[in-house]
């Protein structure tokens, strides 16, 4: 995760590759945590209406499994916000190299238990598979990766970019749609470049390519499928930490020659 300093620095052309692979991830991984547990991870829209009928008709099981997706996806934001709400001084680049690199290490431990055979690749979990724990643990892990992938890329971008779901984005693309094509449309409540609605609509388009790329192979390859999101975690740790390493070195050389 590469930092901004300033709103217009979140539209500049570097970052926005990061935005756009960032909701590719989600979108795959909301797919194959689908077609592995049969529920969705990367959003929270609908799970308490669900989990209010799982406990009417007494399936208690169903219900707390339920409702650890919103507990989870929330906690994600909770430890981004732990992680990152600091007072920086100047020069000083948060440290998203840490939420990123958590990211990892739980995709490594989803992609172990698949290795160590605890779940049947290409199986649906239900209430009778045999380990119950594991899919609870899996689900709550997705939904963990989720949020706190949704609350560092919404953290870095002062909020204006989320990766991780589609409700209020389609609603934003479709307020800013006419004026985005055409620049004498009235805009009293909703000014903004042409560049943000369009970048919204090329996140749209890059989480539903990866849900669609994570539907196609998910059935061949099982929890190995996680090695894909596991591989761009691994170099957007990376660049985060090049990324601190370089604001910081500059800004070393800054005080430097204020000192002089």
Request: glycine share 8%; net charge positive; proline share 3%.
């Amino acid at each position: 995760m590469i930092h901004s300093e300033n709103v217009s620095e979140v539209y500049a052309k570097r970052n926005i590759p990061l935005w756009l692979i960032s909701s590719f991830k989600a979108g795959f991984i909301n797919s194959a945590g689908f077609l592995l547990t049969g529920k969705f991870v990367s959003h929270v829209t609908g799970f308490g209406t669900q989990v209010g009928i799982a406990v009417g008709h007494k399936d208690y099981f169903f219900g707390a499994e339920l409702f650890i997706i919103p507990t989870s996806f929330i906690l994600g934001g909770v430890i981004t916000s732990y992680i990152l709400d600091r007072k920086y001084d100047k020069g000083d680049t948060p440290p998203y190299w840490k939420v990123q690199s958590l990211i990892t290490f739980l995709l490594l431990v989803i992609i172990s238990i698949g290795e160590m055979g605890m779940v049947k690749s290409g199986i649906q979990f239900d209430k009778d598979f045999k380990y119950d724990y594991v899919e609870f643990s899996i689900i709550a892990m997705l939904c963990l990766i989720c949020g706190l992938k949704n609350g560092l890329v919404t953290w870095s971008t002062f909020g204006k970019v989320r990766v991780t779901h589609l409700t209020g984005l389609s609603t934003d693309i479709g307020l800013n749609l006419i004026r985005t094509f055409n620049k004498e449309q009235p805009s009293p409540r909703f000014k903004e470049e042409r560049k943000v609605n369009i970048l919204r609509m090329l996140t749209f388009a890059f989480f539903s390519t990866g849900a669609l790329i994570s539907a196609l192979i998910f059935p061949k390859l099982g929890l190995k499928t996680f090695f894909i999101p596991l591989t761009i975690s691994i170099g957007m740790s990376i660049i985060s930490i090049i990324d601190c390493k370089v604001r910081m070195k500059k800004s070393l050389l800054v005080l430097k020659d204020e000192f002089i």
